[in-house]
T-cell receptor
Framework: EAQVTQNPRYLITVTGKKLTVTCSQN?????MSWYRQDPGLGLRQIYY???????DKGDVPEGYKVSRKEKRNFPLILESPSPNQTSLYFC?????????????FGPGTRLTVT | EDKVVQSPLSLVVHEGDTVTLNCSYE??????LLWYKQEKKAPTFLFML????IEKKSGRLSSILDKKELSSILNITATQTGDSAIYLC?????????FGKGTLLTVNP
């Protein structure tokens, strides 16, 4: 089954404790992206990756890191989480950029930072 | 900075009504306009509209892209309670999608 998976689905952590949210897709998609969704602010892009070893900042990259060492995986790293990073996070992938923009979303990770 | 604005932000209708959701965009290097439906969790894809495909229809849902007005509408006819969701519009450029804040549609029986 074609899908985007994320782990963990729920996470409660404390300020400053490094964490990684994994994202994996099995559709051989080139483009992957991370979003956060907050009430009243909608979905905002954090980082995106056009292909392996090619990443770039989205609209809200502060406090986050990403890497793309393999085509299927695109982990999101919070080196020192803070309470303002409490949010619902989505990973998404698509065949490519430009016209190929039907993005498939993972199930989401709800992160709470206390 | 790219911008996508949706209206209304929320809407309550009765089953059987027809609704129109609006989306306007200002996206540099615009390539496509996408609509998603979000119920409990992840957004699910509805339509993608580009300069070569400005009108799409699927069952009771249809969407039109107005390239001159930089806007799009999503129509839902004969609404059902299962249509209750947040509807998201997104403008796609060469490298990224910019989402609007969404329209919360509630369909009452």
């Amino acid at each position: 089954e074609a899908q985007v998976t994320q782990n963990p689905r729920y996470l409660i952590t404390v300020t400053g404790k490094k964490l990684t949210v994994t994202c994996s897709q099995n559709m051989n998609h080139e483009y992957m992206s991370w979003y956060r969704q907050d009430p009243g602010l909608g979905l905002r892009q954090i980082y995106y990756s056009m292909n392996v070893e090619v990443t770039d900042k989205g609209d809200v990259p502060e406090g986050y890191k990403v890497s793309r060492k393999e085509k299927r995986n695109f982990p999101l790293i919070l080196e020192s989480p803070s309470p303002n990073q409490t949010s619902l996070y989505f990973c998404a992938s698509s065949l490519g950029a430009g016209r190929s923009y039907e993005q498939y979303f993972g199930p989401g990770t709800r992160l709470t930072v206390t | 900075e790219d911008k996508v604005v949706q209206s209304p932000l929320s809407l309550v209708v009765h089953e059987g009504d027809t609704v129109t959701l609006n989306c306007s965009y200002e996206v540099t290097n615009f390539r496509s306009l996408l609509w998603y439906k979000q119920e409990k969790k992840a957004p699910t894809f509805l339509f993608m509209l580009t300069s070569s495909g400005i009108e799409k229809k699927s069952g009771r849902l249809s969407s039109i892209l107005d390239k001159k007005e930089l806007s799009s509408i999503l129509n839902i006819t004969a609404t059902q309670t299962g249509d209750s969701a947040i509807y998201l519009c997104a403008g796609g450029s060469n490298y990224k999608l910019t989402f609007g804040k969404g329209t919360l549609l509630t369909v009452n029986p």
